[in-house]
């Protein structure tokens, strides 16, 4: 699947090196003495950027994913620990229940007939017809969640490639077009619509992840009104852009947009889902990152309700969170959450330009694990992260609290021993001349820089090996040479999507070519790539021995090191109830409520 600014490419945060920001105001905050409502019902928390595009079948920036699971509902949604549960769907389709064949290949689903759109239409089958085929349609970022449905590469070659620049109104504008004229080529063969509140997909071929990836929100899995989009004088790509467009099944809608400068949400009346909304109006902030100490400042003088909502848990800057830490009163407003995102060093062991670590033989992947060996996990995510905004990966690739995650200390390719290093250094390389002009590569900026300085001290240190030090200020020429594999070593990073380790093992080394998937390593093994495919094809509780399998084919091969996972930081105000957030996103809306203080 192709997500390539899923990438982590910009590190974790802003200005976690320099450290030049000021700490934290004094705390303000006081706990409110009853579970009493506020008179006033409305949240108020700053965001760090300007929304890229909120329309689902183009939709795949964090933050623009993590405010729009307010406005548009999947078929089912995750909740506040990953489960997932039926949204406007009535049911999660089992074989149990009939809502999956024996054979995998067909799912029959049901719609809840009280599903209504924000503007009053009720949601039918078509309408997730029309959504579903759309996505597949527009080639968006998460159109290949969609992929094992039939018929989903024809309506693709169908519509043809969006344009590679300017703006795509005559591109989208056909496909709108073909999808009101009812031309088959545009829509998938497996979907189909029985009657009006039922929904059946036909797969190519069974596929245990895909219902965990339809349910990502804010995708092409979220069901839009056609009605909307093809209204009179409404342009197919910028309609999200005017309030009255931006028409969803979910609890809020958007009520008024400046660019760059603010967002307004409200609930919907007669909201149709559960829980009801008990906030009424969100107000947003859109401030440019530069301001990150100044919000922190301002929630302290409650100023803002939540920092870090909106997909900006990295944005407090470190100081301040190390001075929040440190006060007795500030401290209890600071939550502490694992995201989901691992970064790593990756190895060219497929391509030629890899040096001394290219190929399979005893030597290349000796020197892999002398400079795996030589670095302190644990030390880094103490020195340059201070524990806060990192912790060090050592349960395998994927991260804490995700299936697929081995537990701490289970990765042996995150344990720390400078002896072992030093000897296979000796065994491998006498003469210090194949490991004599190596380079680390990696996107400037932020965390990066500071990860790199240490990874280049502990080879210094450990092995005796000077390491130059690329830095690359644009990352997009940055990702453009890592998937081209121009780089010897070079930072690398994945942010998880859906909570399914499929979303981890086939985007990053599975069959998918270089330019389109990311296997920045090159690493290519057949025995890796029939176990892969074994596994997708399974539910998940038989599949995970054989994801764990492939885990221990990159671990033995030695294809990367693993660095950290990343730690979110938001401060929340007492008064601010039910607020919250998992390893992949805020708790929604309608779940929170404003009490007395």
């Known amino acids: 699947m192709l997500r390539v600014n899923k990438f982590t490419i910009g590190g974790i945060g802003l200005g976690v090196l320099g450290l030049l920001t000021a700490a934290a105001c004094g705390s303000t905050s006081s706990t409110p003495s009853t579970n009493a409502l506020a008179s006033s019902q409305v949240l108020h928390f700053p965001v760090f950027q300007d929304p ?8 795949d920036a964090e933050v623009d994913t993590e405010l729009m699971q307010n406005v548009f509902d999947n078929l089912w949604r995750f909740d506040d620990k990953l489960n997932i549960v039926p949204d406007i769907a009535t049911a999660i389709p089992t074989q149990a229940n009939g809502g999956i064949s024996a054979d995998g290949v067909t799912y029959t689903i049901h719609l809840n007939p009280a599903a ?3 503007n009053g239409d009720p949601v039918t089958s078509k309408d997730v017809l029309y959504s579903w085929n759309r996505g ?10 969609l992929s094992a449905i039939a018929g989903y590469g024809a309506v ?8 590679s620049s300017g703006t795509p109104t005559t591109f989208q504008g056909n496909i709108e077009k073909q999808l009101a004229a009812g031309n088959s080529a545009f829509m998938m063969s497996g979907l189909t619509a029985p009657d009006a509140e039922t929904v059946q997909v036909k797969l190519s071929s069974a596929c245990g992840w895909c219902l965990t990836a339809w349910t990502l929100e804010g995708t092409v899995g979220a069901i839009v009104d056609e009605k909307v989009i093809n209204g009179p004088g409404v342009d197919p790509v910028t309609w999200w852009q005017t309030p009255t467009n931006l028409v969803g099944t979910g609890a809020y809608k958007l009520t008024a ?12 009346p007669n909201y149709w889902g559960s829980p009801k909304p008990t906030v009424k109006t969100v107000n947003i902030d859109i401030k440019d990152p530069s301001a990150a100490a100044t919000t922190v400042d301002n929630f302290f003088q409650k100023g803002y309700d939540i920092i870090g909502y909106g997909g900006n848990s990295a944005n407090i800057p470190l100081a301040n969170i190390l001075a929040i830490q440190a006060n007795s009163r500030e401290k209890p407003d600071l939550l502490t959450q694992p995201k989901g995102r691992t970064t790593w060093v990756s190895f060219s062991v497929g391509y030629p330009t890899g040096g001394p670590f290219t190929g399979e033989s005893a030597a290349a992947k000796g020197l892999r694990l002398a400079f795996d060996l030589a670095i302190d996990k644990n030390g880094l995510a103490t020195t340059v992260c201070h524990n806060v905004i990192c912790s060090a990966a050592t349960g395998g690739l994927i991260t804490t609290g995700l299936v697929g995650n081995g537990g701490p200390n289970t990765d042996p390719l995150a344990k720390f021993d400078a002896t072992q290093a030093k000897s296979l250094l000796a065994q491998y390389d006498p003469n210090g001349t194949l490991t004599k002009n ?22 210094q240190t450990n092995l005796g090996v000077h390491v130059n030090l690329n830095a690359v200020s644009d990352a997009s020429i940055f990702i453009s040479n890592r998937l081209s594999g121009k780089y010897q070593m070079d930072r690398d990073g994945w942010q998880f999507d859906y909570n399914h380790p499929q979303d981890w ?5 599975g069959v998918y070519a270089t330019s389109a998937g990311a296997n920045t390593s090159g690493f290519d093994d057949p025995t890796y790539d029939s176990t892969l495919k074994t596994a997708d094809a399974e539910p998940l509780t038989q599949a995970l021995p054989l994801y764990n399998q492939l885990a221990q084919i990159l671990q033995s091969d030695v294809v990367y090191i693993p660095l950290y996972y990343s730690v979110g930081n938001f ?10 957030s998992n390893t992949a996103f805020d708790h929604y809306w309608n779940e929170i409520k404003i009490l007395s203080h």
């Open 438 to 459: 190596l380079t680390y590569s990696y996107n400037a900026g932020s965390l990066n820089e500071g990860v790199a300085t240490f990874l280049q001290n502990e080879w």
């Open 505 to 509: 093992y086939d985007n990053l080394w």
């Open 571 to 580: 401060l929340i105000q007492p008064y601010v109830s039910g607020a919250g």
């Open 136 to 145: 597949a349609d527009l080639h968006g970022a998460y159109s290949s969640i």
């Open 116 to 118: 209504k759109f924000s």
């Open 257 to 268: 947009y400046t660019p760059k400068q603010s967002l307004t949400f409200s609930a919907v």
């Open 156 to 163: 693709q070659t169908a519509a043809g490639n969006p344009p």
């Open 52 to 59: 890229g595009t909120w329309d689902p079948g183009e939709m």
